[in-house]
Every structure is written in structure tokens, then in C-alpha cells.
């Protein structure tokens, strides 16, 4: 397995396990506590996960497809654009950004703790799926088109890393919120 996709998939794994930490032990209130009327419960946190990373799954399904085999094992290197986009979305975050509204957290009122956590590691395995069936291919080569923007493209590599600095993000965002709760 390409050393990537290995690292990729640990960390995947550390973010369920996050994901089950941060929940372990919440009650329905607690979970859904705001500490402020501009910032998210532990719930929303969670939920905005579960709502963004579907959305990207197609566009991975489209780069794998056209991808073409590595031909290499090794680590693979992005640009510097790549790399800042990737960075700029790990904990603790170093400016706030606007949730785009096809990313917002649905207006249902309260979330139950265990509802959202087995979405959360649902699509997490749906991510994984993406991330074993890209193992082999050019992650620097191909590119994936962002469903925000079709401008936007990344090595599918940069893009699957991006998804997991997204992923700490908002884990770390709902953390915040639990000492509080």
C-alpha cells in the first residue's frame, strides 16, 4: 500500500476515534448546547462533517476514474497553493471562515448524539472507500474539481488531506464546546 494512503487511512481512523471521544458520554442537552447565538454546538459540528465530506465524494469518484496508476511507491509532493489550502484548515484555526450554504448545518432543531456520531462514522467510511480505491493511482497527477467551485483543483491527493485537516478542524471546533456543555 502506497505509504499516503497508509498514513491517510491511520489518520481516518484517529479522527472516529476523536469523533467517539468527543461524544462519549453527552447528553442530548449537552450536545446540543451553543455557547453563543453565531457559534455551533458540539452537534452542529458534527453534523456540518456529515453534510460537506458527502458532497465531496463524487468528485473523488471522478478523479479516480480518470486517474492513471503511480508509478511510483513513494510520498507523494504537492504544490505550495495545494499545501497552504491543506494547512490552512488544521486546528486551531487561524481565521474564521464562512460556511458556504451548501455546507450549512441543516435547520432541524436538536440532534441526537448517537443518530449524528453513526452518520459521522458512516460517511468516514465512505471516505476510506475513496481513499483504498485511490491506493495505486497518481494522487499528485490527477486532479479532483471542487464541488464548491469548479475553478478549484487539486491533486486528489492534497484534496483527500484537505478532508482530514477539515475533519481535526471541526473536531477540535466541537471540542471547544465540551468542557462548557
Not at 30 to 52: K, T
Not at 75 to 83: A, D, K, N, V
Request: charged letters at 25%; glycine letters at 4%.
Amino acid at each position: 500500500m502506497n505509504p499516503d494512503i497508509e498514513r491517510m487511512l491511520a489518520e481516518l481512523e484517529a479522527i472516529k476515534a476523536d469523533g467517539v471521544a468527543i461524544c462519549d458520554g453527552r447528553s442530548e442537552a449537552q450536545f446540543n448546547w451553543r455557547p453563543g447565538p453565531d457559534r455551533w454546538s458540539m452537534a452542529e459540528c458534527f453534523v456540518h462533517l456529515n453534510v460537506s465530506v458527502p458532497v465531496t465524494l463524487p468528485a473523488f469518484d471522478a478523479a479516480i476514474a480518470r486517474a492513471t496508476p503511480a508509478r511510483s511507491t513513494q510520498p507523494f509532493h504537492y504544490g505550495w497553493l495545494s499545501r497552504w489550502i491543506v494547512r490552512s484548515m488544521e486546528p486551531p484555526p487561524r481565521f474564521r471562515m464562512r460556511t458556504i450554504p451548501r455546507f450549512r448545518v441543516p435547520p432541524t432543531g436538536r440532534h441526537t448524539v448517537e443518530t449524528v456520531l453513526a452518520d459521522f462514522l458512516t460517511v468516514r467510511e465512505q471516505f476510506a472507500e475513496r481513499l483504498k480505491r485511490a491506493d495505486g493511482l497518481d494522487l499528485a497527477g490527477v486532479r479532483a474539481i471542487s464541488p464548491v467551485n469548479r475553478m478549484i483543483r487539486l491533486p486528489l491527493g492534497a484534496y483527500f488531506e484537505f478532508i482530514l485537516a477539515h475533519d481535526r478542524r471541526h473536531l477540535w471546533q466541537a471540542r471547544q464546546v465540551r468542557p462548557l456543555a
